[in-house]
């Protein structure tokens, strides 16, 4: 499937805002969304050199014995950070606006992963608070890995503010709207290591990701070139996303779909794990914070038009999410894991 792929260095901190450059990119991208919730984007300001030294560090933690990959357990965190094993995740089935199936499939996806976000101290107001999903991350004993990380996350940021601003502006609002939302916005980077599917033995209908739908607004995605990713079309035909050296795929979430009224849409999509090569990619989850109340923007609603889905508050609905599909979190995953 080849997607459309935009320019986002006129949207880059620092240049002016709105210019007719960057009205022009945003049209474009708006007329996109409209069909297909999935395009890719250059111009995104994360260096070559940053994201291959990330990547490389990438493959040297999910070399590492399990033993030592589960010191850092996402159920050792009180915050949903770690890593991910294999099959204890299942995402198959956790599609927008059927929320009743989240959870009902069992077979946990053939991947595993390191959740992260951005680290909060002890002293930092939610943290006091008590604000699920806010704290400090876990990370393995590997020199300089975290500092890797780090300066890949922030190159990341800095590509989903140029995102924001461009999907701002198509929304004909603010530039700086989705970035200026009251609270701090969670950004969560995974690190994904799928192994070759011959080297797996599967469950009927088991993938490396099951369909899905993200849960946030906005997912910015990085991989090594090996394929994999499938998007589900309107018509209901998966296809297989190419993505160009240097270039990250750009999706909607759940919570986009639910502010545009469904003007933009949050495509399905899952990962089948190339035969004979190692995957590893990277999205990062751009959400809004925690307690923000989630309801149709009034530029999406068309004269005597009322809003399709009932307001969300972001924080407990991603909770909802990671308890239907995280075996640490759901009994039922956990017993049919533990089990296979």
Not at 91 to 101: F, H
Not at 294 to 310: D, K, M, Q, S, V
Request: with cysteine; aromatic share 8%; glycine share 10%.
């Amino acid at each position: 499937m080849a997607l459309p792929t935009f320019d986002l260095s006129p949207f880059a901190t620092g240049r002016e805002l709105p210019s007719p450059e960057a009205a022009a990119i945003a049209r474009e991208i708006d007329d996109t969304l409209r069909s297909t919730g999935f395009l890719l984007v250059s111009g995104h300001g994360v260096a070559d050199d940053v994201r291959d030294a990330y990547f490389d560090a990438m493959r040297s933690f999910f070399a590492l014995p399990i033993e030592k990959k589960e010191e850092i357990a996402i159920g050792r965190s009180a915050c949903h950070r770690g890593y991910v094993g294999f099959a204890t995740e299942t995402l198959e089935g956790a599609l927008a606006g059927d929320e009743d199936a989240v959870g009902t499939q069992l077979a946990g996806d053939m991947k595993e992963t390191i959740d992260t976000g951005i680290d909060h101290g002890p002293d930092h107001p939610e943290v006091i608070a008590g604000t699920p999903l806010h704290g400090p991350n876990q990370w393995p004993d590997l020199p300089g890995f975290r500092e890797v990380v780090d300066v890949y996350r922030d190159a990341m940021i800095e590509a989903a503010l140029r995102m924001e601003r461009a999907l701002s502006m198509a929304l004909g609002l603010e530039p700086t709207f989705l970035e200026g939302q009251p609270g701090e916005t969670m950004f969560h980077l995974r690190l994904i290591h799928y192994p070759p599917m011959e080297t797996l033995t599967p469950e009927p209908g088991q993938l490396g990701c099951g369909a899905h739908t993200d849960y946030g607004t906005l997912t910015l995605l990085a991989d090594d070139g090996n394929g994999g990713l499938q998007v589900r079309q309107r018509s209901g035909e998966w296809t297989d996303v190419v993505v160009p050296d240097g270039q990250l795929v750009v999706n909607l979430g759940d919570l986009m779909a639910i502010w545009t009224n469904d003007r933009w849409v949050s495509n399905p999509h899952r990962v089948v794990n190339p035969p004979g090569v190692d995957r590893y990619s990277s999205p990062l989850f751009v959400t809004p914070p925690f307690h923000l109340r989630i309801e149709t923007l009034e530029t999406c609603l068309a004269p005597g038009e009322t809003p399709r889905h009932e307001p969300m508050v972001t924080g407990p609905y991603l909770l909802s999410r990671f308890d239907g599909t995280h075996s640490y979190r759901n009994e039922l995953l956990e017993a049919h894991n533990s089990a296979t």
